[in-house]
């Protein structure tokens, strides 16, 4: 039961996140929106982490294996990009790699400057 | 009968989990970073389609069903997020930087290989939004004008290279700081990178989601100036 209730408050915040998502004029995803209802709820004490500490943990410890599908069904797409795939498979590589460099590079700096975050 | 059992919701739920157990084990068996449990889910039920002839929508009958559990499992980041409430605070600012800084690092090194491969600009506006989650990428493209279902391919390019190579990434160029792999995976590599980022450390979930709801955002702002700069 307890678990059955967790999966329901979480459950109705992606609800809110969707029905919120279609409301407002910016494109931000039902997720994220629920995510931060989440948040603003847990910092203002509403929900209480025990309320939902199982089911949220069974999601994060699991969370790669939900994009499993997702993964899959790419390959319907492959054909409307038949001729250019190799050159959009190394540029969304490289740049990954790229974003990733420059963007722990930019937070070494920062700490080094402002001389550590603790 | 061939239909009767893959088109199935169960099929597309057992082969999906059997398959990530099996990419689990052996990522933890060899430790080898590209054996990623993922990739190889990816690998076996894509062969497993193509042996048995079994089109995409059958498999999606149960794939649905997980997908769903995307938006959930993405709403709970909110959990890491307040654990590390303390940590995230005293580096707010930190993070906006450096998202903001990857969020046009980002927009600008795709922009410059798309012109070197020679890219048309409706491919360079489909693959722009590439870092950022599925829904706001899709979002960005066609505001754009690029197309849809590239965009799509491109986020999760962008992801599953991003959940691979961090591991090498973190090691090769020795991020040690688990504030600093937290920032680079959820700004280069948003959901599927902040996966990893939660295999990492509760310290790198929670800051990878912070990060990649900023990332998302800030691109979407950037966007409205791209077509400035091409």
Redesign the interface.
């Known amino acids: 039961m307890k678990i059955l209730i967790q999966i329901a408050i ?2 109705s ?2 609800l809110a ?2 029905a919120i998502s279609t409301l407002i004029p ?7 929106i ?6 603003i709820l ?2 203002t004490g509403v929900i209480k ?1 025990d309320h ?2 199982e ?2 943990d069974f ?20 054909d ?2 038949k001729s ?1 795939w190799l ?18 590079l ?3 700096l ?2 080094k400057v ?1 001389g550590g ?2 | 009968m061939k239909e009767v059992v893959f088109s199935s919701p169960f099929f597309g739920i057992s082969i999906s989990i059997f398959a990530f157990a099996i990419g689990t084990v052996i990522n933890k068996k060899t430790k080898i970073a590209l054996l990623n449990p993922l990739l190889i889910s990816y690998v076996i039920i894509i062969a497993f389609m193509v042996i048995f002839d079994i089109p995409l929508e059958w498999y999606n009958n149960g794939g649905d069903f997980i997908n769903l559990f995307l938006t959930p499992a993405t709403a709970v980041l909110a959990l890491t997020i307040y654990r590390q409430r303390d940590l995230i605070k005293k580096n707010f600012i930190t993070i906006t930087i450096a998202t903001f800084v990857g969020s046009l690092t980002s927009i600008i090194s795709v922009v410059a290989l798309c012109k070197l491969f020679a890219l048309s600009d409706t491919l360079t506006y489909s693959l722009i939004p590439k870092s950022i989650t599925t829904p706001m990428a899709i979002a960005v493209s066609s505001s754009l004008g690029g197309i849809q279902s590239i965009t799509v391919l491109t986020v999760i390019i962008t992801g599953i290279s991003g959940n691979i190579l961090a591991p090498l990434l973190i090691k090769l160029f020795k991020v040690d700081d688990p504030l600093v792999q937290g920032v680079a995976l959820g700004t280069s590599s948003h959901a599927i990178g902040t996966s990893k980022a939660v295999e990492l450390g509760e310290i790198q979930g929670a800051v990878s989601s912070v990060s990649l709801t900023f990332t998302g955002i800030i691109t979407v702002v950037l966007s409205l100036f791209v077509t400035y700069f091409i």
Do not use: Q
């Open positions: 979480v459950f915040l992606c996140g969707e910016f494109p931000v995803p039902a997720s994220i629920a995510l931060i209802l989440l948040l847990l910092l982490v939902i500490k089911k949220s999601l994060l410890s699991n969370m790669a294996f939900f994009f499993v599908p997702a993964g899959v069904k790419v390959i319907e797409h492959f409307t990009v250019v050159a959009i498979v190394v540029i969304g590589i490289v740049t990954t790699v790229i974003v990733f460099l420059a963007t722990a930019t937070v070494k920062i700490l402002t975050k603790k």
